[in-house]
Nanobody
Framework: QVQLVESGGGSVQAGDSLRLACAASGSAFRSYDMAWFRQAPGKEREFVSA???????YYADSVAGRFTISRDNAKGTVSLQMNTLKPEDTAIYYC???????????????????WGQGTQVTVAS
């Protein structure tokens, strides 16, 4: 079992930056693919970014070049640095995990076994 707790959300202006963090319980963190998804009001959940246990990174086209995902296996955390935020980035952001030691990553939410409770990000224009 993996428990995930997100933090770092908030309300900012367009162009500002935020850093989200996700703390994971359990000693097997380093064997899990970690990802961020988001869901805006009235919209379906969408993939934002993933970082595999092997170090591969993946980004949605809408955030590539602005967002950076990273992990600290020693601390059991995964972070999402969000720069040049836009109003369309407004959503609840969820941390997710899948594993252990899977051969291929996934951008599909249904492929992830564990989810955090979410943290709100609001970007004003």
């Amino acid at each position: 079992q993996v428990q995930l707790v997100e933090s770092g959300g908030g309300s900012v202006q367009a162009g500002d930056s935020l850093r989200l963090a996700c703390a994971a319980s359990g000693s097997a963190f380093r064997s899990y693919d970690m990802a961020w998804f988001r869901q805006a009001p009235g919209k379906e959940r969408e993939f934002v970014s993933a970082l595999t246990w092997a170090g591969g990174t993946y980004y949605a086209d809408s955030v590539a070049g602005r967002f950076t995902i990273s992990r600290d296996n020693a601390k059991g955390t995964v972070s999402l640095q969000m720069n040049t935020l836009k109003p369309e980035d407004t959503a609840i952001y969820y941390c997710a995990a899948r594993g252990p030691y899977l051969a291929a990553t996934s951008v599909l939410g249904d492929a992830y076994n564990y989810w955090g409770q979410g943290t709100q990000v609001t970007v004003a224009s």
